[in-house]
């Protein structure tokens, strides 16, 4: 009696296959991470503030963020961001929409928030707080396991208000133009749920909208960059 063994092997020539899709979208790029799905997002971004406004005391301390982003039916979204390093602290809540062509996506979306800012240094304190909004559009691409982004923002700030010391307060209740944010960001992931991200922006604002705190004499904007990381579950 006899047995014959054999070992089944692809036919030659046949196609690869393909890599597996996430089973999450992504967390900045317009597509968003699917309806009824939602993805947080912990991260960091640092800006460089032109040494013109800041003088000696040029920050590079990084700003730790966070993000909730849930998408909704007909390419609709919403999302909450939040960043804090107590002497610059803003929370946003946002919604948008987004649509997508083959590779290509775009969206619009609009953001409210508040910014809250306080310093202590020896006796002397200053605190202060605004309402913000950042209406803005997207622009994306797809290109295998990697999202790419391309963001425009306004910058409006709202009923501001500083407190310098105990009895020195400065209100502003119009609205005000700030300046522009334009980010350009990377998502690539890593596993069916995973994603790291990486950008880079350019800001383009009043001396006083980050340096708060410098009392600028000049309603001169600046340019200057943001770099930012983080990773998204």
């Known amino acids: 009696m006899t047995c014959a063994l054999g070992i089944a092997s692809p036919a030659l020539g046949a196609a690869p296959t393909p890599e597996p899709a996430p089973e999450l979208g992504p967390l900045i790029h317009p597509d968003g991470p699917g309806k009824w799905q939602w993805r947080?997002?912990?991260?960091?971004?640092?800006?460089?503030?032109?040494?013109?406004?800041?003088?000696?005391?040029?920050?590079?301390?990084?700003?730790?963020?966070?993000?909730?982003?849930?998408?909704?039916?007909?390419?609709?979204?919403?999302d909450a961001k939040i960043g804090v390093i107590y002497i610059d602290n803003e929370f946003n809540i946002g919604t948008g929409w987004s649509h997508r062509v083959k590779n290509f996506s775009f969206g619009l979306h609009d953001h409210m928030g508040m910014w809250v800012g306080f310093l202590g240094l020896a006796g002397f304190s200053a605190s202060g707080f605004n309402f913000i909004n950042r209406p803005g559009a997207q622009l994306g691409i797809a290109a295998g396991p990697h999202r790419f982004s391309l963001t425009e923002e306004a910058i409006v700030t709202l009923d501001a208000h500083t407190r310098l010391g105990d009895q020195t307060r400065a209100a502003?209740?119009?609205?005000?133009?700030?300046?522009?944010?334009?980010?350009?960001?990377?998502?690539?992931?890593?596993?069916?749920?995973?994603?790291?991200?990486?950008?880079?922006?350019?800001?383009?604002?009043?001396?006083?909208?980050?340096?708060?705190?410098a009392f600028a004499d000049t309603r001169q904007r600046f340019f200057y960059p943001r770099f930012l990381a983080g990773y998204a579950f």
Not at 45 to 67: G, N
């Open 172 to 213: 502003r209740g119009a609205a005000q133009f700030v300046g522009l944010q334009t980010t350009l960001v990377a998502e690539s992931f890593f596993a069916k749920t995973s994603e790291i991200y990486y950008g880079f922006g350019v800001l383009w604002a009043l001396a006083d909208y980050e340096a708060w705190i």
């Open 40 to 78: 947080v997002g912990v991260g960091a971004h640092v800006d460089i503030l032109p040494r013109r406004v800041v003088e000696s005391e040029l920050r590079t301390f990084p700003l730790l963020t966070a993000a909730l982003r849930l998408g909704l039916p007909a390419g609709f979204w919403v």
